[in-house]
């Protein structure tokens, strides 16, 4: 009996263990009971259950992980067939030190953007005069929560590599903080009053197509080519400079505008960059013509040809030194447009040419501006560019500055003028003469996104009958960068 009793047991164990190495890992619970089974009915004794029990939980770790090595490789090898198709639709987070983004398939989808507000309080001097396109605005002292020369901005960068070539599309918002009128759009007139809104200056949409062998070409609405590096290179693109008028501020404030340089602004272009050449760049575009704005003349809206603006950069590093020396300038046709009703016969040409160099040496920068030109205005392009006998005003002006770095600390001081005569045979009046600006700054890196910035600006404005107006600004507020 004990025989017969041993050979049931084992056949019973080997029935056992054929269902235990049957079963997949799902059915471990199951395996597990009929073994308990087993083992309290006597059939398997303590060390042939361990062992089976054992040699089983062995088996299902095994197949997991090859299971789960399986799995692992499929999906590798699903995102690399995807990436070399050029159509995959896998989602994975940008690299940090790229910028804050994702990559979808092949397409990199970047996101970078600023924000500021700024307590604003301006005095003037009491004796305050009318100045046609003066930097200073108002005769009364003013306190305000405003932007400075940069309002907010949220910019979209979408691109893709496709054989050494990359293709972009870029779209840039730029939201205020302060209510505007909407008179001239989104960064019109301030509107200080209940119920207002701010505007959003959707000024960047354009699309680029470059490599390291041809260079890139750029087709939308983007920032200029003349002007562009004075206005980049300004301290107070951080901070608020010359106010423009603080009674109601509207979303930007001037810093150096129309005190040292005119503004590139935003403008529809196609433009073409050659490739970086030991330093050297040149780029060249077609722009859509600008009307000229009245200050005490015509307004002209006659576009028979295009604008067209260039520029030529050259960087350099040797040791602590380093820098950047650029020049550019533009030239666009001003005519009449008759079906408007302008003068007959007003024409001219509008022509400017700009220069300078920004230089590092350690923690100290000094940035010399200079431009002049005819037709071109001052403050924005074409504003007061055209007298009402329709002779064309010449003007220049420079910007000279200096920083320097302790630690997280960078202090700042700049002086600005910028010049708009009186065309030929044109009697005096209350149109500006001279714009000038000082600026101190002091900015402190309290975070990497987050600087604290503190200014005083003095601001003078003279007509050329005489007039003046003089503002004393104190700017105190923050700016974030991501």
Same mark, same amino acid.
């Given at each position: ?21 049957? %079963? ?64 995959? &639709?896998? =989602? ?10 994702l990559q979808v398939g092949p397409v990199d989808?970047? &996101? ?48 893709? !590599?496709?054989?050494?070539? #990359? ?26 009053? +209940?119920?207002?809104?701010? +505007? ?8 680029? =197509? ?7 070409? *750029? ?10 590096? %004075? ?8 901070g608020v400079g010359a106010t423009g008028g ?11 505008? +129309? ?13 073409? !960059? ?53 020049? @550019?300038?533009? =030239? ?17 040409? /509008? ?6 160099? *920004? ?18 205005? #001052? ?32 202090? @700042? ?6 010049? &708009? ?29 987050? #600087? ?10 003279? /007509? ?19």
């Open positions: 009996m004990s025989g017969i009793k041993g050979i049931g047991a084992l056949l019973l164990g080997g029935v056992a263990l054929g269902c235990v190495l049957a %079963a997949g890992p799902a059915k471990a619970d199951a395996t597990e009971d009929l073994l308990r089974q087993l083992k309290a009915k006597g059939i398997l004794n303590q060390q042939e259950y361990n062992s089976i029990l054992g040699r089983k939980q062995a088996e299902d770790a095994a197949a997991t992980r090859k299971q789960e090595d399986a799995t692992q490789a499929a999906v590798a090898a699903a995102r690399a067939e995807a990436a070399s198709a050029g159509d995959g &639709l896998y =989602v994975k987070v940008k690299d940090p030190a790229k910028g804050i983004g989808i970047a &996101l970078s953007g600023s924000v500021n507000a700024f307590y604003v309080g301006s005095g003037k001097d009491g004796g305050n005069q009318p100045v046609a396109l003066g930097a200073v605005g108002g005769t009364q002292d003013t306190s305000s929560v405003r932007n400075g020369l940069l309002p907010g901005f949220l910019k979209i960068d979408v691109t893709t !590599t496709d054989d050494g070539v #990359t293709y972009g599309g870029h779209f840039g918002l730029y939201p205020g903080i302060n209510s505007v009128s909407y008179v001239n759009g989104a960064n019109s007139a301030g509107a200080p009053q +209940g119920l207002a809104t701010s +505007g959003i200056d959707f000024r960047q949409v354009y699309l680029t =197509v470059a490599s390291d062998a041809f260079g890139e070409f *750029k087709a939308g609405r983007d920032i200029g080519l003349f002007g562009s590096e %004075a206005i980049l290179s300004d301290m107070l693109l951080l603080n009674q109601g501020p509207s979303n930007t404030s001037l810093g150096h505008i +129309g005190t040292g340089y005119i503004y590139t602004d935003f403008q529809p272009q196609i433009t073409y !960059t050659t490739p970086d050449m030991n330093g050297f760049k040149a780029s060249l575009g077609i722009f859509q013509p600008l009307d000229t704005v009245p200050v005490l003349g015509p307004r002209l809206t006659g576009h028979e040809t295009p604008g067209f603006q260039g520029k030529l950069t050259y960087d350099f590093k040797s040791g602590d030194f380093g820098g950047r020396l650029f020049a @550019g300038g533009l =030239v666009q046709e001003l005519s009449a447009n008759a079906d408007a009703g302008e003068p007959a016969g007003a024409e001219t040409t /509008a022509y400017g040419a700009d220069v300078g160099a *920004k230089l590092t040496f350690g923690d100290a920068g000094l940035l010399a501006y200079y431009y002049a030109g005819k037709g071109i205005g #001052t403050t924005g392009l074409l504003y007061g560019s055209v007298a009402a006998n329709g002779e064309a005003r010449d003007s220049r002006g420079f910007l000279l500055q200096g920083t320097y770095t302790i630690g997280k600390f960078t202090l @700042g001081g700049s002086y600005g003028a910028s010049y &708009l005569d009186l065309a030929d045979g044109e009697a005096p009046s209350i149109l500006v003469e001279s714009n000038t600006s000082a600026a101190l700054q002091a900015r402190y890196a309290l975070r990497k996104w987050v #600087t604290v910035v503190g200014e005083f600006i003095h601001t003078e404005a003279e /007509a050329h009958d005489g007039s003046d107006a003089t503002e004393d600004v104190f700017a105190l507020g923050t700016i974030m960068f991501f």
